[in-house]
Structure formats: structure tokens, C-alpha cells
């Protein structure tokens, strides 16, 4: 189902509503929730409003669907954008999983985070940034992606070079199950 909203505001409130539905039922269910975030601006109002809800904000890690390989403190980081949106007020006391490390590379850095993110799975909520071109980051590939959300996920650079900016790599989620082939 697509659903179509009058302004910015609205959506922010409907996506709001269903982040902390589902938040609250990975908590109530199995005492902690996960929430894989996005960067670009559509999520501002979004992370704005979740940012002051009345959650188990310590039961809840929060991740990311993808990122440049940039210092987290980079403009066009998307860790930069969540740390400063939506990991404040309220939501200050959830715990963070990075998707990038102070490393030499991109592919060291995901080394380091597909442990700690097949750890989360199952993802109580994942959220998908689409970008003027419309084309969601991590599925940009046939659905795969989400064919499997039980699966444990694995986080690799992004081998589709139109999502690189420069030689900064983007990183995305692969399902473990069925990465494709580059």
C-alpha cells in the first residue's frame, strides 16, 4: 500500500506513530527493539517527533541502512544526521551501532559492524531513504533485501558506484542469504 500525505508534517506524524508502535512491540515482546535509520531530509520531522516520545529508549539500538565512508562528525554522514535528529532529548539513552569505524578502509569498517548488527536481527523497524532519482539506498537491487527479515543481515560497501560520492563508499545491508552477485 502507498500512502500519499498533504505535507512533510503529516507523514512525520504518521511515521512517528508507526516507529513507536513497532518499537514498543519489540520491546514488550522481547525486551529490546531495533530501529535501522536513514540519512537525507525526508526523516527530519520523523526523528524530530520520535526524539520526545515516552519510549524504553534504553532498550532500543539504533543502526543505520547506510553511509558514507565519512567521519561521523562529516556533513553527509549519515550517523551525523541521527546523532543530531534523533539521538537526543528522550531518545539520548539508546544505544548506537555505527556502520563506520575509524579504520583504513570501507571493507574494514564493515567487518567490524556485521557482527554487531546481525546481533539486532530481527529489525523491528527499517527505514529506507529514496533519493530524487528514486531509488531506496540499500534496494537498489531486486527485493532480496527484504525477502528474508528473520535472516541475519551483513553490512558490505556498496559496489553500485552511483551511490558513491567521490571516493567515499557507501555502505549498505545484504542479506547473508541471498548476496548478490557484483
Do not use: Q
Amino acid at each position: 500500500m502507498i500512502e500519499a500525505f498533504e505535507n512533510p508534517d503529516i507523514l512525520a506524524g504518521v511515521a512517528c506513530a508507526a516507529v513507536v508502535e513497532a518499537l514498543w512491540h519489540g520491546v514488550d515482546a522481547r525486551g529490546r527493539a531495533s530501529l535501522i535509520a536513514t540519512g537525507g531530509r525526508s526523516p527530519h520531522g520523523t526523528y524530530d517527533r520520535l526524539s520526545t516520545t515516552s519510549l524504553d529508549w534504553d532498550r532500543i539500538t539504533v543502526s543505520l541502512s547506510d553511509d558514507r565512508f565519512v567521519p561521523p562528525d562529516d556533513p553527509e554522514s549519515n550517523e551525523k544526521l541521527v546523532r543530531e535528529r534523533l539521538l537526543v532529548r528522550r531518545a539520548a539513552a539508546a544505544r548506537f551501532e555505527p556502520l563506520r569505524y575509524d579504520v583504513p578502509s570501507p571493507e574494514a569498517s564493515a567487518d567490524l559492524a556485521e557482527p554487531r548488527l546481525a546481533a539486532l536481527a530481527p529489525y523491528d523497524v527499517v527505514l529506507l531513504g529514496m533519493g530524487e532519482d528514486g531509488r531506496a539506498a540499500p534496494c537498489s537491487r531486486p527485493a532480496w533485501t527484504l525477502a528474508a527479515p528473520a535472516t541475519s543481515w551483513a553490512c558490505r560497501p556498496a559496489s553500485d558506484r552511483r551511490l558513491w560520492r567521490g571516493s567515499r563508499s557507501r555502505f549498505r545491508l545484504w542479506s547473508r542469504r541471498a548476496r548478490p552477485s557484483s
